[in-house]
């Protein structure tokens, strides 16, 4: 049992189990003089530090030093197993090539598959730990890991059993997604019939491949014009459906298509991206359970001037998450509190919406919120402790990495020594 005192806050977004919306979001439920009690994996209490004291006088005692200890925090949205980065693609982009273009020099998911398609188990398990250990160092305690550079039944199931690798073998809580709906393979998009037989294939091959072997927990699908047609998605989310999977969908990211409203109809558990979100849309996001996961690092970084309208979601009463969209092309970021000062500065969410759809409302999109997310009785003692006097202050020191220390399922995960926090080091 171990007992966490002397935080300067306790940000404990303790609520209902459950996305929260609209007003709800206003307030993460800010304790001071609390302390918090671990007992085998999970919260045991929360509460008063006299109180917690005499009730836990036996405990082993985790002194948190004035900083802000709060829920780990829940990215709902990552491509991290990859090989290769894709830097050159950055300067293309600023001197005026669009998508078309960077794919036509080879860049874009096209080259991910390619170089992907290249490498063994081994060589992309080392290459994804070191990068889950960056997102753990920035406080993240769960991480979504999606395939989907594959886009062969093979590399598929090659980078399936990565990602349980990850889960078997690090701290980090691990939620692997199946995203062989990534891109239409460039096999397939060079004969007539090959478009839809990858879909067939997807659909009576992978997917029940996939459920079989119990890989994924979810199926996603980059629903987009040029990409899969809303047709195309509906029957293989179907397909996963019927498999027992549940769904994701990367909806309306640079063009309204109505993907929105597919997820929806599907019951997805989250439509992601949404920067191109129109009006039915958001009305049938929030007359709904399907999680709305806004993705700023992606739009920053693309140079984009749009961004998802958060706003507009949560006044309409829609459950919004954040997550970082970590991957090699579009958004390769692993600093997650980065993300809530975007969400704060572009999205003009408050700090309170961010902190609750970084952590109760991101487990929610990974259908969790049951026992992840939040500091209360009963849930996993996923914890991040920061070097803030305040909570405010973790989207304000833009860029920076204040985590002290992650702690998942009662267990340390990362920790920063003293040296390395004053000279700012991961
Ligand atoms: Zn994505």
Redesign the pocket.
């Known amino acids: 049992m171990l007992l966490f005192t002397n935080a300067s806050q306790v940000v404990t977004c303790a609520g209902p189990a459950r996305a929260r919306r609209a007003s709800e979001l206003g307030d993460c439920a800010i304790l001071t003089n609390a302390a918090v009690a671990i007992d085998g994996g999970a919260i045991a209490g929360v509460g008063p530090r006299d109180e917690l004291e005499q009730r836990y006088a036996g405990a082993e005692r985790v002194d948190c030093g004035g900083r802000v200890l709060m829920p780990g925090l829940v990215d709902s ?1 990552t ?1 991290a197993i990859f090989g290769k980065p894709r830097y050159e693609e950055q300067e293309l982009r600023a001197a005026g090539a669009d998508y078309m273009e960077i794919a036509r020099r080879g860049g874009g998911i096209h080259a991910s598959v390619r170089d992907l398609r290249s490498r063994d188990e081994e060589e992309l398990y080392g290459l994804a730990s070191g990068r889950l250990a960056r997102l753990a160092a920035y406080g993240t305690t769960t991480v979504e890991v ?1 395939s989907g550079y594959g886009l062969t039944l093979d590399d598929e199931l090659k980078m399936l059993r990565v990602a349980r690798r990850l889960s078997e073998s690090q701290q980090v809580r691990i939620v692997p997604t199946f995203l062989g709906a990534h891109e239409i393979p460039l096999e397939a998009r060079a004969t007539p019939a090959g478009r839809a037989d990858y879909v067939t294939s997807l659909v009576s091959a992978m997917i029940p491949r996939v459920a079989a072997d119990g890989l994924a927990q979810f199926v996603d699908v980059f629903c987009e014009p040029g990409v899969f047609t809303v047709e195309e998605s509906r029957s293989i989310l179907s397909a996963a459906r019927q498999a027992g999977l549940h769904l994701k969908l ?1 909806a309306d990211e640079l063009r309204p298509s109505g993907g929105a409203q597919l997820a929806v109809e599907l019951g997805a558990t989250s439509a ?1 991206h949404l920067a191109a979100i129109s009006h039915d849309g958001i009305r049938a996001l929030a007359a709904s359970e399907t999680v709305a996961t806004l993705l700023p690092g992606t739009m920053l970084f693309l140079g984009k001037d749009r961004q998802a309208p958060a706003r507009a979601l949560i006044e309409a009463g829609a459950a919004v998450a954040l997550a970082t ?1 970590f ?1 090699p092309g579009t958004s390769p970021t692993t600093n997650f509190p980065l993300i809530l000062t975007l969400a704060v500065s572009q999205l003009r969410m408050s700090v309170s919406e961010a902190i609750l759809a970084a952590t109760v409302n991101g487990a929610a999109a990974l259908g969790i919120a049951d026992r992840v997310g939040q500091i209360a009785p009963g849930f996993s003692a996923d914890l991040a402790l920061f070097d803030c006097d305040d909570v405010r202050e973790l989207p304000y020191w833009y860029g920076d990495n204040r985590c002290r220390a992650t702690w998942v399922r009662g267990l340390a995960c990362h920790v920063r020594t003293e040296a390395q926090a004053r000279a700012g080091n991961a």
Do not use: Q, R
Request: no cysteine.
């Open positions: 949205h491509h999606k990367h992601d969209d991957n």
